[in-house]
């Protein structure tokens, strides 16, 4: 089975390091991309850089390595990344999850679907106008991060990220969300917030297979076992595609 693993907003390609060692020990193959200017890849940090961007990360990951068949995981600020990845790699896509993460509608960026409280702090706070800044209370208890080894490790490889990605508007014109499976797995305990919640219900109220854990918004580093078997269960689930690949029409960005 593929899996490939999309971080949140400021993090990267590593904080998925627990699950993916329980997944690769398994015998699957993960990838855990790291999004432009975010992890390894934040010398390249720059105002340029957008949603659009970090979706053709991962399109160009699925792309070169072809992948198919994937299970494809969002975490946070990456729901809306892999709901771009499907519009436009949507035969290489098993199955869409959607971790405690946004899911957006066309026309949305993610200061629409964010609490207004968090957008505002985002852009008011902006270095130079637009390389937002860590959050100060990102790790406790937002993430859930409460050993001083484990908040060191965090604190060292939590970069800013450009306000472009925030503000970018998702478009969605290929009709490939409607045809893939998709999983939503909701932190509780404390909840990540209203956006959150909202995003929750609306999987919930769509019919989408549905999965709670009882931790913060990092599951990956506080419960990995545990969300290491749901993403398996989840991905023995479902038959194994086979898709031709469809002509797909880009969509539309706009800042």
């Not at 679907?113 to 790790?139: C, H, I, N, Y």
């Not at 208890?141 to 604190?155: Q, R």
Request: charged share 20%; proline share 6%; net charge negative.
């Amino acid at each position: 089975m593929i899996f490939v693993l999309v971080h949140g907003a400021f993090q990267g390609g590593w904080c998925w390091k627990r699950v993916r060692k329980l997944l690769a020990d398994g015998g699957h193959e993960v990838f855990t991309p790291s999004l432009t200017g975010l992890g390894e890849h934040s010398h390249l940090l720059s105002a340029d850089i957008g949603l659009e961007t970090h979706v053709r990360d991962v399109v160009n990951l699925l792309t070169f390595e072809d992948l198919r068949d994937v299970v494809l995981v969002g975490h946070s600020y990456g729901g809306t990344v892999v709901t771009g990845v499907c519009e436009l790699a949507g035969s290489r896509v098993r199955r869409l999850v959607y971790l405690d993460a946004l899911i957006p509608s066309d026309g949305q960026n993610n200061f629409d679907l964010l609490d207004k409280s968090v957008a505002d702090l985002f852009r008011q706070t902006a270095m130079d106008g637009w390389r937002v800044e860590v959050p100060p209370d990102m790790l406790l208890p937002y993430l859930g991060i409460n050993s001083p080894e484990d908040c060191a490790w965090f604190e060292q490889r939590l970069k800013p990220q450009s306000l472009r990605t925030f503000e970018q508007t998702f478009r969605c014109s290929t009709g490939a969300l409607e045809a893939t499976p998709k999983t939503f797995i909701q932190c509780t305990n404390p909840s990540s917030g209203s956006a959150y919640e909202r995003a929750a219900a609306q999987a919930q109220t769509e019919g989408w297979a549905y999965f709670s854990l009882p931790t913060a918004h990092e599951p990956m580093w506080t419960m990995p076992r545990e969300l290491a078997d749901i993403l398996l269960q989840v991905a023995r689930s479902d038959p194994l595609i086979s898709q031709p690949e469809l002509l797909r029409t880009s969509p539309t960005w706009t800042s």
